[in-house]
């Protein structure tokens, strides 16, 4: 049985908009996602973050569902709206009071809180003064950043900057299935280099007001494996990891951007000042990993922009989302970010995996799959403990059921089940299995671990 070291950082992590609800209250104001989310055909069956998980009014409860747990961590995100409803300007101490509550409720429950900055609801009045392709939001960040430390930072020492800028940039300007639903290369290349810009800059506004602050990133990384060992395959798989990892992943930590990628982007890649460069590579604690699956890359010369696709393996084990389990690649991501840029701890920020549950029955929801996933995710998390790499902590996405971003409610990745008509949280029993690795500080195999009855 793998196991796990003693001052270990269990937890769970989830996101403001996909939970908190109450997106009209307390003096919130809008985020791009309350916009985009009016936006006909934008999400799965038209749904928003409006109610959610409606957390705002039932953090207690949820809570209590960590102490149930047993963790000793919490990741979740501030919602900038709540506290700068115009992104800049007039604070809203409401915003502010709530988040307050929240920290000191987990601390007087033994829990440490991990606080997320952004988490993807930028509010809409900066996105109608450009966004984040628009450098002034970095400066606005870090104002922001700098307002949330002094007010928190007395209590909260765990700080991540920004949770994957790949996505903020690539899905909400490239692609535009994300808010704002923008689509355009130079766009999102420019919104790439303010989020980090922004992150740098947050990092030192953390490092003025927080003593003993402990610092990451949390990153999206995607390991990419070619479809075949056709050299144009191995190079549409380098080029994926240049667009999806490389590109976030060398400014952090003290590189130029990534100069096959900086040659294939050509003239959308956004003309900066040298010293940006420095500010982005600001010395961080920890990297912060979020990683759920792998990719297999083809190049695929029809495909204008990048020349390439994905393919999915005959017989690959895929998740709801259609992500493809395998386990041995996430030890591969833990390896390879260790070698290739030996940051000063690892703490995986998020893995998880979204299955068809099936609906509660006495109580309870019965999702071996997701058992599996974990145990065997975990099991990876164990060995690179045991290769010696510096993993510092694991966060399970996510502690319940809550909007999946363009997919509305449609997919489920919690470790509870939520009955949103009632909004009743029925713990599934990844929910049980995880408390035992918690308990234990080792990964039990699914065959000896059974649910508890009843
Ligand atoms: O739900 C998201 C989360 O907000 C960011 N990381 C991936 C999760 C699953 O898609």
Known sequence: MASFPSHFAWGVATASYQI???????????????????????????????????????WRDDLRLLSELGVNAYRFSVAWPRILPEGTGTVNSAGLDFYDRLVDALLEA????????YHWDLPQALEDRGGWPNRATAEAFAAYADLVARRLGDRVRHWI?????????????????????????RDALRAAHTL???????????RASVSAAQIGIAQLVIPAYPASDRSADLAAAHRFD???NRWFLDPIFGRD???????????DVPLVPPSDFDRIAAPLDFLGVNHYFPVYVADDPTEPLLRLRQVVPPGAELTALGWIVQPAAFFDVLLRLQREYAP?????????AAYADPPPQA????????????????????RAVATGLPLRGYFVWTLMDNFEWNLGYSKRFGLYYTDYPTQARIPKDSSFYYQAVVRTGRVLSPEEWQPPRG
């Open 20 to 58: 908190e609800g109450a997106v009209n209250e307390d003096g919130r104001g809008e985020s791009i996602w309350d916009r985009f989310c009016r936006v006909p055909g934008a999400i799965a069956n038209g749904a928003t973050g409006d109610i959610a998980c409606d957390h705002y009014h039932r």
């Open 110 to 117: 033994d829990i440490t809180p991990w606080v997320t900055l």
């Open 161 to 185: 900057t920004l949770n994957e800028p790949s996505c903020s940039s690539l899905l909400g300007y490239f692609w535009g299935i994300h808010a704002p639903g923008r689509r355009s290369l």
């Open 196 to 206: 980090l810009l922004g992150h740098g800059l947050a990092v030192a506004a953390l």
């Open 242 to 244: 240049g667009v999806h």
């Open 257 to 267: 951007y990534p100069g096959d990628m900086r040659a294939w982007y050509r003239h």
């Open 344 to 352: 000063a701890a690892l703490v995986v920020t998020e893995n998880g």
């Open 363 to 382: 109580g309870r929801v019965s999702d071996p799959a997701r058992v599996r996933y974990l145990a065997q995710y975990l099991a990876e998390a164990a």
